[in-house]
């Protein structure tokens, strides 16, 4: 998974990446790219090890990208924004960063802080951004059909692709075309609209608000939240005791970046699975829904391809039993088929023949 960090500028993007990844915040503001990987903090990899008596623990891994942010109260700033469209739409969700930190040393955007008119701003960008892909695409489609060659697909296409024109004219998302249109899913499966991919607010509230938890409010958002982006970069740094200390100190549950990465899994639809053995304990991500067979695809094709069941035990069930033989028998270790729905924290392993 990889997540996109845009806003307007110094709405603390890049402090946040510093908070996300722990790494050291960019000397200069020279905008540039940035993007690390970061494994996923899950809690139960470590007593998992200790079931199976596993070598190493590996996490899965989610990946943060910083973006330059533009003024787009003028022409020139939209020019440069939409510069990094085509990278933005590569991305699998958008982190909007909005300020409502107060900071005498930081000028602010338009004079105010206004997180959801911020947002607004950013959201009618990707907006123009969805237009532009569509009429793009609806001129090609045109003169095409003035050619002299069967049409049939191009007629359809236009057709949906108008009435994306329009719902986005009339700031709708394009999945109300989806609703009235039922034919329309597989043909825009194809264009990476912007306004489509989920989207996580993150409002940057000042150090004196770091413990409000309560995430904004907004219609274009799939999941929100709150943070001091400047104190969690400087509680990123710290080792693990002290970032403990410093967690409680401040009347917090989690540190940004678990809660960033959790708006982010529920943004995307995304659970985690488990496996363990004598090598590692791992966890794998997958969206909602995935069949065990799917799920086991993740880990190799062959193990899909091959799949004959899937061995399952609910973390929790594995957990208060302590051990694997015990909860087989204890019953509490199932044998499920290629198309079971696999859960959030099901440690599976996989049975197949090749
Ligand atoms: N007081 C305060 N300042 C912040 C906070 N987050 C960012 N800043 C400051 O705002 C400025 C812009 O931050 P930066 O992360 O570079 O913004 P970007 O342009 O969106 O990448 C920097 O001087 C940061 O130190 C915050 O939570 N509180
Ligand atoms: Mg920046």
Redesign the pocket.
């Given at each position: 998974m990889n997540c996109a960090?845009i806003?307007?500028?110094?709405?603390?993007?890049?402090?946040?990446?510093?908070a996300a990844t722990g790494l050291a915040?960019a000397p200069g503001?020279m905008?540039q790219v940035r993007r690390a990987a970061v494994p996923v903090p899950d809690h139960r990899l470590k007593p998992l090890a200790k079931i199976f008596a596993s070598k190493k623990i590996t996490h899965a891994n989610i990946e943060f990208t910083?973006f330059?942010?533009f003024s787009l109260a003028d022409g020139h700033g939209r020019d440069q924004f939409r510069k990094y469209l085509p990278d933005i739409r590569s991305t699998d969700c958008l982190v909007v960063?909005v300020?409502a930190?107060?900071?005498e040393?930081?000028p602010a955007y338009r004079d105010r802080i206004n997180p959801s008119a911020d947002l607004d701003e950013v959201w009618e960008e990707l907006v123009f951004g969805d237009l532009e892909t569509v009429t793009n695409r609806v001129e090609k489609l045109e003169a095409a059909l003035k050619k002299p060659t069967k049409h049939d697909d191009e007629k359809r296409e236009l057709a949906v692709l108008q009435r994306c024109q329009e719902a986005l004219e009339n700031e709708r998302p394009i999945s109300t075309v989806l609703d009235e249109i039922t034919d329309a899913a597989g043909l825009l499966s194809n264009f990476p609209f912007l306004t489509e991919k989920p989207l996580i607010v993150v409002q940057?509230?000042?150090?004196d608000h770091?413990a409000d938890t309560q995430p904004p409010a907004s219609a274009h958002a799939r999941a929100a939240v709150s943070?001091?982006?400047?104190?969690?970069?400087e509680m990123a740094r710290l080792d693990e005791a002290d970032r403990a200390a410093f967690l409680a100190d401040l009347g917090l549950e989690a540190p940004a970046q678990e809660r960033l990465i959790g708006a982010c899994y529920e943004a995307m639809g995304y659970i985690s699975f488990l496996t363990g053995g004598p090598t590692e304990a791992r966890a794998w991500s997958i969206p909602k829904g995935f069949t065990a067979m799917e799920a086991a695809g993740r880990i190799h094709t062959d193990l899909a391809r091959g799949f004959i069941r899937a061995e399952t035990v609910a973390y929790d069930d594995l957990l208060a039993v302590g051990d694997y033989k015990a909860a087989k028998a204890a019953g509490k270790v199932r044998q499920e088929p290629k198309n079971y729905v696999v859960q959030d924290g099901d440690v599976m392993l996989i049975k197949f023949n090749v």
């Amino acid at each position: 998974m990889n997540c996109a960090i845009i806003g307007l500028p110094q709405s603390g993007k890049s402090t946040l990446f510093a908070a996300a990844t722990g790494l050291a915040p960019a000397p200069g503001q020279m905008p540039q790219v940035r993007r690390a990987a970061v494994p996923v903090p899950d809690h139960r990899l470590k007593p998992l090890a200790k079931i199976f008596a596993s070598k190493k623990i590996t996490h899965a891994n989610i990946e943060f990208t910083d973006f330059p942010g533009f003024s787009l109260a003028d022409g020139h700033g939209r020019d440069q924004f939409r510069k990094y469209l085509p990278d933005i739409r590569s991305t699998d969700c958008l982190v909007v960063v909005v300020r409502a930190f107060e900071n005498e040393g930081v000028p602010a955007y338009r004079d105010r802080i206004n997180p959801s008119a911020d947002l607004d701003e950013v959201w009618e960008e990707l907006v123009f951004g969805d237009l532009e892909t569509v009429t793009n695409r609806v001129e090609k489609l045109e003169a095409a059909l003035k050619k002299p060659t069967k049409h049939d697909d191009e007629k359809r296409e236009l057709a949906v692709l108008q009435r994306c024109q329009e719902a986005l004219e009339n700031e709708r998302p394009i999945s109300t075309v989806l609703d009235e249109i039922t034919d329309a899913a597989g043909l825009l499966s194809n264009f990476p609209f912007l306004t489509e991919k989920p989207l996580i607010v993150v409002q940057n509230v000042s150090e004196d608000h770091a413990a409000d938890t309560q995430p904004p409010a907004s219609a274009h958002a799939r999941a929100a939240v709150s943070l001091c982006a400047e104190l969690e970069a400087e509680m990123a740094r710290l080792d693990e005791a002290d970032r403990a200390a410093f967690l409680a100190d401040l009347g917090l549950e989690a540190p940004a970046q678990e809660r960033l990465i959790g708006a982010c899994y529920e943004a995307m639809g995304y659970i985690s699975f488990l496996t363990g053995g004598p090598t590692e304990a791992r966890a794998w991500s997958i969206p909602k829904g995935f069949t065990a067979m799917e799920a086991a695809g993740r880990i190799h094709t062959d193990l899909a391809r091959g799949f004959i069941r899937a061995e399952t035990v609910a973390y929790d069930d594995l957990l208060a039993v302590g051990d694997y033989k015990a909860a087989k028998a204890a019953g509490k270790v199932r044998q499920e088929p290629k198309n079971y729905v696999v859960q959030d924290g099901d440690v599976m392993l996989i049975k197949f023949n090749v």
